[in-house]
């Protein structure tokens, strides 16, 4: 298949490209300008540098050489578009209202893009902080979102507003929910990272009780779930994209000292946590193992690499 990325030098973004291209597919990666040197490590010979504003211009590839912006993919079109690019999705900015408002603007952008270039099926982004803090194992069929940050809520009126846009545009929506991907990375901010610097120089990482339920999964199985997703003519709405193997955070953590710095203290409670606002991550994945997909990383080996 020919597939179109946007997002494409982020941590997720560059472990899809790699996914891909291992699989035989052909990929373009649509980057924002300022991002074209980061874009240099995918390996793949198309790279489209284009701002999200302007993402309706592209459209076919014919009209992407007449205006001579890069790119070394047949003439045949597109059959999939992934839409991984997002702004503020981390620190203070996912609580700014505009920065999310206008994420659903570029979703808009897009879904009209992957028309322009002859796609069928579109490939969101989604986000179990759709869901906010809810108790208990989540269902795509039967959970009702009630999210409590502009994050989650931007995420939620994108899956509904490019739903039915896509429909209007006689595209196949797919919106995988993510869930709490970890691998290899540089400058990781997320508690995984913090627990591993931290033990490493011989420190007591302070954190929450960690009572709550959650889901890791590495890198290379949200990879090969997302690849099935495009893969699969039947694949169509939402999928959880997370691993089934969800415990109590502490035991992630107590897992991750183990491996890092046997006996080192863990200081649980350092950090207090609003319950109202604390995720809860047990997730059905019922629904995307029907496609085929199997966790094949277990959280002890994955955790090695970090």
Known sequence: MRIIITGATGFLGKALCRELTEHGHEVTA???????????????KNVIPLPLEDLERLKDLENIKKREVPSGASQAGYDVFFHLAWNGSGGEAREDYRTQLENLRYMEKALKAAKNCGCTKFIGAGSQAEYGAVHGKAREDATVPAPFMMYGAAKLACLHMGRVLAGQLGISFVWPRIYSVYGPRENDPTLLGYVARTLREGKTPEISACENMWDFLYITDFTKAMRL????????????????????LKEFVE???????????????????DEKRTFWLEPDVSRIEKLGFQCEVPFAQGIRCL
């Open 255 to 273: 897992l991750e000292r183990d491996l890092i710095r046997p006996w080192a203290e863990l200081n649980f409670g350092a950090r207090k946590a």
């Open 229 to 248: 997703l495009a893969e699969n003519p039947e694949a169509e709405g939402v999928y959880h994209v997370a691993s089934g193997d969800a415990r109590k």
């Open 30 to 44: 649509v980057v924002r300008p300022e991002s074209l040197e980061k874009a240099q490590c995918l390996e793949i």
